[in-house]
Nanobody, 122 residues
Protein backbone atom coordinates (compact mmCIF):
# COMPACT_ATOMS: atom_id res chain seq x y z
CA UNK A 1 0.00 0.00 0.00
CA UNK A 2 1.23 3.48 -0.88
CA UNK A 3 1.71 5.85 2.05
CA UNK A 4 2.26 9.58 1.66
CA UNK A 5 3.34 12.07 4.34
CA UNK A 6 3.36 15.82 3.74
CA UNK A 7 5.55 18.32 5.57
CA UNK A 8 6.81 21.88 5.26
CA UNK A 9 3.62 23.79 5.90
CA UNK A 10 3.49 26.81 8.16
CA UNK A 11 2.75 30.50 8.46
CA UNK A 12 4.16 32.91 5.88
CA UNK A 13 3.50 36.51 4.90
CA UNK A 14 1.96 37.40 1.56
CA UNK A 15 4.62 37.53 -1.12
CA UNK A 16 6.77 34.99 0.66
CA UNK A 17 7.78 31.47 -0.29
CA UNK A 18 7.37 28.00 1.12
CA UNK A 19 8.37 24.53 -0.03
CA UNK A 20 6.22 21.52 0.74
CA UNK A 21 7.53 17.97 0.71
CA UNK A 22 5.71 14.68 0.33
CA UNK A 23 7.58 11.54 1.35
CA UNK A 24 6.26 8.40 -0.32
CA UNK A 25 6.64 4.75 0.57
CA UNK A 26 8.58 2.38 -1.65
CA UNK A 27 9.37 3.79 -5.08
CA UNK A 28 5.98 5.39 -5.53
CA UNK A 29 7.25 8.61 -7.09
CA UNK A 30 8.82 6.70 -9.95
CA UNK A 31 5.69 4.71 -10.77
CA UNK A 32 2.78 7.10 -10.18
CA UNK A 33 1.69 10.51 -11.25
CA UNK A 34 2.08 12.72 -8.18
CA UNK A 35 -0.31 15.58 -7.53
CA UNK A 36 -0.92 18.37 -5.05
CA UNK A 37 -4.38 19.47 -3.94
CA UNK A 38 -5.57 21.99 -1.39
CA UNK A 39 -8.69 22.46 0.70
CA UNK A 40 -9.81 25.52 2.64
CA UNK A 41 -12.39 25.28 5.45
CA UNK A 42 -15.89 24.86 4.07
CA UNK A 43 -14.65 24.34 0.52
CA UNK A 44 -14.04 21.33 -1.69
CA UNK A 45 -10.63 19.92 -2.43
CA UNK A 46 -9.09 21.72 -5.42
CA UNK A 47 -6.39 20.66 -7.83
CA UNK A 48 -3.06 22.52 -7.65
CA UNK A 49 -0.45 20.68 -9.73
CA UNK A 50 0.61 17.28 -11.02
CA UNK A 51 3.82 15.72 -12.32
CA UNK A 52 3.70 12.54 -14.37
CA UNK A 53 6.10 9.62 -14.06
CA UNK A 54 6.71 9.34 -17.80
CA UNK A 55 8.30 12.34 -19.45
CA UNK A 56 8.12 14.48 -16.28
CA UNK A 57 5.25 16.44 -17.80
CA UNK A 58 3.57 18.91 -15.46
CA UNK A 59 0.19 20.60 -15.30
CA UNK A 60 -0.91 23.47 -13.05
CA UNK A 61 -4.13 25.10 -12.00
CA UNK A 62 -4.48 28.57 -13.50
CA UNK A 63 -4.54 30.11 -10.02
CA UNK A 64 -0.98 28.98 -9.26
CA UNK A 65 0.61 28.90 -12.70
CA UNK A 66 3.82 30.90 -12.73
CA UNK A 67 4.05 30.94 -8.93
CA UNK A 68 4.17 27.26 -7.93
CA UNK A 69 6.53 24.56 -9.20
CA UNK A 70 6.07 20.83 -8.70
CA UNK A 71 9.11 18.57 -8.84
CA UNK A 72 10.09 15.01 -8.05
CA UNK A 73 13.17 13.27 -6.68
CA UNK A 74 12.75 9.57 -7.35
CA UNK A 75 15.94 8.66 -5.47
CA UNK A 76 14.44 10.15 -2.31
CA UNK A 77 10.89 9.02 -3.10
CA UNK A 78 9.80 12.59 -2.55
CA UNK A 79 7.69 15.10 -4.43
CA UNK A 80 7.94 18.84 -3.77
CA UNK A 81 5.80 21.90 -4.24
CA UNK A 82 7.75 25.15 -4.34
CA UNK A 83 5.35 28.01 -3.67
CA UNK A 84 6.44 31.57 -4.47
CA UNK A 85 4.67 34.93 -4.26
CA UNK A 86 2.12 33.44 -1.91
CA UNK A 87 -1.27 35.10 -1.52
CA UNK A 88 -3.81 34.93 1.33
CA UNK A 89 -6.06 33.00 -1.08
CA UNK A 90 -3.47 30.20 -1.03
CA UNK A 91 -4.30 29.47 2.62
CA UNK A 92 -5.46 25.87 2.87
CA UNK A 93 -4.52 22.37 3.90
CA UNK A 94 -2.31 20.98 1.17
CA UNK A 95 -2.44 17.30 0.26
CA UNK A 96 -0.23 15.19 -1.95
CA UNK A 97 -1.70 12.29 -3.88
CA UNK A 98 -0.65 9.46 -6.17
CA UNK A 99 -2.51 7.93 -9.08
CA UNK A 100 -2.01 5.80 -12.16
CA UNK A 101 -4.32 7.84 -14.40
CA UNK A 102 -4.07 11.10 -12.51
CA UNK A 103 -5.06 14.48 -13.81
CA UNK A 104 -6.93 17.39 -12.22
CA UNK A 105 -9.84 15.46 -10.74
CA UNK A 106 -9.42 14.15 -7.16
CA UNK A 107 -11.18 10.98 -8.29
CA UNK A 108 -8.20 10.24 -10.53
CA UNK A 109 -5.98 9.70 -7.47
CA UNK A 110 -5.81 6.48 -5.50
CA UNK A 111 -3.66 7.42 -2.50
CA UNK A 112 -3.59 10.51 -0.28
CA UNK A 113 -1.45 12.00 2.45
CA UNK A 114 -2.77 13.50 5.69
CA UNK A 115 -2.22 17.10 4.63
CA UNK A 116 -0.14 20.02 5.87
CA UNK A 117 -1.47 23.46 6.80
CA UNK A 118 -0.33 26.51 4.84
CA UNK A 119 -1.40 29.90 6.18
CA UNK A 120 -0.60 33.10 4.30
CA UNK A 121 -1.08 36.33 6.24
CA UNK A 122 -1.74 39.72 4.70
Amino acid sequence: QVQLVESGGGLVQAGGSLRLSCAASGRTCGRYAMGWFRQAPGRERDFVAVIYSNGSRTYYADSVKGRFTISRDNAKNTVYLQMNRLKPEDTAVYYCAAGTVAAGNPADYEYWGQGTQVTVSS
